[in-house]
Structure formats: C-alpha cells, structure tokens
C-alpha cells in the first residue's frame, strides 16, 4: 500500500499516522519532538502536570496545570527550532472530563498549539472557547451516535469539527464504553465504529464541501494493521500503547519495563475515579485496592468533574503520577489491550519505520474517495 500527506484543517502532515495524547505526563515534549521528526503528528498530553498537591486550592492547582502545560509547549517549540522543524503542527490533548479543561485549551491555543484533540467528555462549546478558525478541533469519539451529537450541536456555532479520532474498544487509557458493551468488543469493533461514523458524516462533507478525516485508535499494533485501517477509509490512524515503550518517551523506565513483562492474563479493566472504565495492568498496588488496603486521599481542589474518589477508593492522578516517575507497585498502569506484544524497548525512529514498511508491505488499497 502506498500513502501520501494528508491534511487536518489547513494543515499538513506528511505520514498518516499520529500518536495519540497520553496521561499523565506520558506523551510529553521529547515523545512529541520524535515522532515531528519522523513527518507523523505527535499530541501532547496536558493530563496532571506541573507539581500539584493535595494541599492546593483550585485556584493554585489551575495556575499549575496551565503554567505547566505552557512550559511544555515552550520546551517543544525551543527542540523545535533546534531540529529546524518549527513550520510542523502539533496536538495538543485536553480531557474534557477536567475541571480546568477549557483553561487548559486556551492555555494551549495561546502558546501556539494548532490542533486541539478533546476526549473523555461532550466537547459542547469547545468552539467558543477557541474561536480561530485556524485552530483544528478534533473531538474523541467511540461511537457514530457520538460524533452525530457533537455534528448537531456545533452547528449553533457555525462549526464542524475538522476530524474526529474514533478510539475502539481495544484502546489504552480511559474507553468510551459501558463495562456492558465491553463484553461484546466484536459488536463494538473499531471497524464497525468507522463504517458507521463514515456513513454518518458523508452528509455533511457535502453540505461543508470537505473532506472530515477520521482517524482510527485502539489496539493498533502493525503497519499490516494500520493498512487495513486506511483501506476502510481513515484518513490517519492513532496509536498509543506501542510509542509509551520507545526510548523518548519520558515516562520511567519501571513503567515501560511493566509493559514489556506484560502477558495477555494481566490486562484488565477497571471503573475509575473518573466514573469510566479504564484498561490497565494488575499490579501491586490493583491488588491492594481489590483488598480496600489504600487510604483515601483529601482533595480540596477536584481536578475531575466527576471524580468519584471515595467509590474507586483513590486519587487517579497521583497514582498515575507514581507509575510515571516509577513508582509502579503505588501506581496504576494504564495500558492497550495489545500491550502483551511488546518484547523490547525501541527507538521512536526505528517503531515508525517498522510500522511503515509494513504498510508498504500489505497487499491491501485504498479506498478510491481517500
Ligand atoms: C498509557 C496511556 C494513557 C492514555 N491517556 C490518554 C489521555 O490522557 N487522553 C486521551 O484522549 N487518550 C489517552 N490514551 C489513549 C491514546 O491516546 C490512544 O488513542 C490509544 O492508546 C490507542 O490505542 P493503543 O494504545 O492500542 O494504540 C492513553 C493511552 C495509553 C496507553
């Protein structure tokens, strides 16, 4: 299969492939710079940054997080310049189940981030908060009755989202599914959301007069499979999971050696504080929750919404910060449902290589409206 530059909004982006926004922490500035330099779209995560604690007040915790995320983008653009790469665009990702989500997007839009990827949550007035038509939104959906809803609600703005990333059951991370509509993955297969949501948005790709990139997520591990992808019609595809174990990727190295070990058996699926289920690895510390052995945190500042701490028993954001810095047996590890395949630690340079080359490699085509 051959393929080509594609476009989000009015940019450019020479492979078709993006590696999807990571919490917390784990798709940071050095992964993003890697995978910019390779020609494919990198997203920075603005998930539990900066230097928060349980004794701040919201007010200080927003100051932090948005501080922190500026610094972010400021070290990208600085390793940007360097590179001689500073013409590429960048994702930025903003979990719209934050209480400071839209501080964090205009955060991220005033420093100089062109594409604002917004997931776990309704995107409902994402373009009043980013007005510049310039600035390419591009909502999270796991369903074609989800982008159907964000298609009718923006039009009140005059909006259509410039691409939606569809991330199926078998992703990393926080899932769009109920635990109900997890036991029947084949009814909900990442092929079956991208026919229907194809369907779905061929309307109004006439009425806008362009093309609405999809980009396909979730248990993605081959360039054979990324080619079956593009042959149903997206434009781009994500991936997470495979580029948390690369050298760049700044996330400890107890973590990326927890995905390494990983074997099918320690994948599981649990409800958040975040009120979703999530898919991560049995670990030290899952074992001491199942047992009710960790202590509730206090939390004057609530970084989620709906965060129902008490019920899940723990602070998500600190514990995924202590998987971060490699502090896995008090930390939660979240994870694709692939994870088990990954035997060794690479460069980003040599994933996306491989990758490629077996993109090349399949017999599969495009589609002819691609
Ligand atoms: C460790 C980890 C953390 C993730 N965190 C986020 C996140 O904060 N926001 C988000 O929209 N997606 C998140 N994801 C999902 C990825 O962006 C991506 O869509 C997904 O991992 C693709 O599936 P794959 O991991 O099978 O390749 C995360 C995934 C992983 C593996």
Same mark, same amino acid.
């Given at each position: 299969?051959?393929? #080509?530059?594609?476009?989000?909004?009015?940019?450019?982006?020479?492979?078709?492939?993006?590696?999807?926004?990571?919490?917390?922490?784990?798709?940071?500035?050095?992964?993003?710079?890697?995978?910019?330099?390779?020609?494919?779209?990198?997203?920075?995560?603005?998930?539990?940054?900066?230097?928060? #604690?349980? +004794?701040?007040?919201?007010?200080?915790?927003?100051?932090?997080?948005?501080?922190?995320?500026?610094?972010?983008?400021?070290?990208?653009?600085?390793?940007?310049?360097?590179?001689?790469?500073? +013409?590429?665009?960048?994702?930025?990702?903003?979990?719209?189940?934050?209480?400071?989500?839209?501080?964090?997007?205009?955060?991220?839009?005033?420093?100089?981030?062109?594409?604002?990827?917004?997931?776990?949550?309704?995107?409902?007035?994402?373009?009043?908060?980013?007005?510049?038509?310039?600035?390419?939104?591009?909502?999270?959906?796991?369903?074609?009755?989800?982008?159907?809803?964000?298609?009718?609600?923006?039009?009140?703005?005059?909006?259509?989202?410039?691409?939606?990333?569809?991330?199926?059951?078998?992703?990393?991370?926080?899932?769009?599914?109920?635990?109900?509509?997890?036991?029947?993955?084949?009814?909900?297969?990442?092929?079956?959301?991208?026919?229907?949501?194809?369907?779905?948005?061929?309307?109004?790709?006439?009425?806008?007069?362009?093309?609405?990139?999809?980009?396909?997520?979730? +248990?993605?591990?081959?360039?054979?499979?990324?080619?079956?992808?593009?042959?149903?019609?997206?434009?781009?595809?994500?991936?997470?999971?495979?580029?948390?174990?690369?050298?760049?990727?700044?996330?400890?190295?107890?973590?990326?050696?927890?995905?390494?070990?990983?074997?099918?058996?320690?994948?599981?699926?649990?409800?958040?504080?975040?009120?979703?289920?999530?898919?991560?690895?049995?670990?030290?510390?899952?074992?001491?929750?199942?047992?009710?052995?960790?202590?509730?945190? #206090?939390?004057?500042?609530?970084?989620?919404?709906?965060?129902?701490?008490?019920?899940?028993?723990?602070?998500?954001?600190?514990?995924?910060?202590?998987?971060?810095?490699?502090?896995?047996?008090? +930390?939660?590890?979240?994870?694709?449902?692939?994870?088990?395949?990954?035997?060794?630690?690479?460069?980003?340079?040599?994933?996306?290589?491989?990758?490629?080359?077996?993109?090349?490699?399949?017999?599969?085509?495009?589609?002819?409206?691609?």
């Amino acid at each position: 299969m051959e393929i #080509s530059r594609q476009h989000i909004g009015i940019y450019d982006i020479a492979v078709p492939l993006w590696v999807g926004g990571m919490g917390v922490r784990i798709s940071g500035w050095q992964l993003v710079l890697a995978v910019l330099l390779e020609g494919c779209l990198g997203t920075l995560t603005s998930m539990g940054l900066g230097d928060l #604690s349980h +004794g701040m007040t919201y007010a200080e915790f927003n100051r932090t997080s948005c501080a922190a995320l500026e610094y972010e983008i400021a070290m990208l653009h600085a390793a940007m310049r360097e590179r001689n790469i500073t +013409g590429r665009p960048f994702a930025v990702n903003i979990m719209g189940a934050l209480s400071n989500a839209d501080d964090l997007v205009r955060t991220a839009v005033n420093a100089g981030a062109k594409i604002i990827v917004y997931g776990a949550g309704i995107p409902r007035t994402l373009p009043a908060v980013v007005q510049d038509p310039n600035v390419a939104l591009v909502p999270v959906i796991s369903s074609a009755r989800l982008a159907q809803l964000i298609l009718k609600m923006w039009k009140r703005y005059d909006r259509v989202p410039n691409a939606f990333v569809i991330e199926g059951p078998e992703a990393g991370g926080h899932l769009g599914f109920s635990f109900e509509q997890l036991q029947h993955m084949e009814e909900y297969s990442l092929e079956n959301i991208l026919a229907e949501t194809l369907a779905l948005i061929r309307p109004y790709e006439d009425a806008c007069g362009r093309k609405i990139p999809l980009i396909a997520a979730g +248990g993605l591990y081959t360039g054979g499979d990324m080619a079956k992808m593009y042959a149903l019609g997206a434009t781009f595809v994500q991936m997470g999971t495979r580029f948390v174990a690369t050298n760049e990727c700044p996330v400890s190295q107890e973590f990326k050696q927890a995905y390494v070990n990983a074997r099918p058996e320690d994948v599981t699926i649990i409800k958040t504080p975040v009120g979703m289920p999530g898919r991560v690895l049995r670990n030290v510390f899952l074992k001491r929750l199942q047992n009710g052995n960790i202590p509730t945190p #206090s939390c004057p500042f609530h970084c989620i919404l709906s965060c129902e701490r008490d019920a899940a028993g723990f602070c998500i954001a600190e514990r995924l910060v202590n998987s971060y810095r490699g502090d896995t047996d008090n +930390g939660l590890i979240f994870c694709g449902a692939n994870v088990h395949r990954i035997n060794c630690i690479m460069s980003v340079h040599e994933l996306i290589t491989e990758l490629i080359d077996g993109v090349h490699a399949s017999p599969l085509t495009l589609p002819r409206t691609l």
